[in-house]
């Protein structure tokens, strides 16, 4: 494992977000089309999502803004918009595409699918968001894009094998 | 109206899709947020959306791929490919980009989401296909489009009015 | 002119960028195809594309990641990466594409071919980056997405009239 | 080789472009960059491409779009404006991101770049449609999506050797 992956899982932990809580959405996607799918082959699709150098950068990106805002550093109109996460704003749900593009049209769909049901950890990240006590505006997409684009490749390898 | 909107509107309802189908997917993903919402409401943004050059291009030629596999038009093998709508054939999913992405973020989350549940006509299309009695590999995906287009119209709209 | 772009247009000449900068590049850009194109014609169109919420949005949310990295107050290794605007470093072009995106394909084929080319205002803050002496790692990339959307409505907005 | 690379290859032989054609644009846009690179190189680089399924998919479509455009099999109305190649269509632009987004936004950027200057065979492809005698709206996008794709690797595999 990279330097850098190591790095982007320690923040994930620090954020508050597990491999297993991501692994865990992948199951939930992938188990009715495969039959024989285990929760190991749901971290290791996770864990290979997570040595993509995109994967990484947009992790460590997202994250900073997050706390940046948490800490009210960012200019003062702008700081507000992402840390309410309001409505409209969308910078947070365009930053994930360079994880989900990079892995296809299943992540894609899937990307939409779990913004708009919150399962798992998705749900307390965003939780958290509204009532105030963290931001995690940036970061709750990006686990949606990284548990779509691991049941993408979860997809593909299960045709190809 | 503009004559390509009209020719558009007209392909769709030769293919078994009514403005009414796709306005009842629009109202709803957007009931719940907006509570004096009308299926009238729902009817005009999508016919708005309809008006717009790069949803009827990519209407008129989505269908012209259908039909045309449809009747066995295409090189056999993309043909075949195309007609069964293979899991891992994704290019239905990247041509309504040119639909969704004009209208911003929230239809691209509400996209994903529509083509993973496929409610009302996108199902029933869906089905056709599967069943292979028609061909609908691009059109159930388009109508996602639309439909998640409209709905994110009519969210920017309620904030803004 | 609704308060959110006045306060982005001022972020803009805060960083160095004038409205007539992006206009000249515009009209770089389509000169060639509109023969009665007027320097007054691309600042409109520049105006026009700044009133988008996602357009806002992204100016401010851009600028804002550029002066956290300048001042090093974003986490130490990611702070590092987008200061130097490392070559493998992507994120840049995606937050971008919320801009893009919005404005249809002929924005998107544009944009990748100013941030190849860097023509004027552009060179210019890349240069300034590329010094160190301030960040402009995704303005570059921002002001690149909405001298192609200028163009983009342009070019629309002549076939139509 | 997979049988459906082989008849990826097949098919873009038939319609007048080598692999060879496509190395020479690759080895255009990075030899700034890697002071080492060989033909062989982009050679193998557009290979390594040809074998993924998003991009032969996206092959196959496009150029099974172009040839029943060029026989007049599809509906009249977008018949026409596939054929001429209409400047304002721009599902053509839309196809190929399938091939680019899986390649990272490097792809992405260096795409709008060819698809603006269109050297080699993509402006050959583009002048033979322009002058009518053969349709390759889809085509000449999809070879800068494939070239665009091909260097993108290059710059990422130089960057990690």
């Known amino acids: ?9 320690k923040k994930l932990n620090n954020r508050g977000v597990e491999i297993i809580d991501i692994a865990e959405i992948v ?17 290791k699709s996770v864990c290979t999502v997570l040595e993509k150098r995109e994967v990484i950068h947009a992790i460590l990106t997202g994250i900073a803004i997050d ?12 700081n507000d918009i992402i840390k309410k996460d309001d ?49 995690h505006t940036f970061l709750d997409d990006i686990i949606c894009a990284i548990a779509s684009s691991a049941a993408s490749r979860l997809a593909h390898k299960n045709r190809i094998d």
């Open 27 to 43: 199951y939930d996607l992938q188990k009715k089309y495969i039959s024989t799918l285990t929760m190991d082959d749901c971290i």
């Open 67 to 78: 706390e940046a805002a948490e800490k009210n550093l960012l200019d003062e109109e702008i």
């Open 87 to 135: 409505a409209l704003y969308g910078i947070d749900e365009i930053l994930p595409l360079s994880i989900v593009n990079v892995h296809g049209s299943i992540a894609f769909t899937n990307f939409g699918y779990l913004d708009k049901l919150k399962p798992g950890i998705i749900g307390k990240l965003d939780k958290l968001g509204e009532e105030m006590k963290q931001c």
């Open 1 to 9: 494992m990279s330097n850098l992956t190591e790095k982007a899982i």
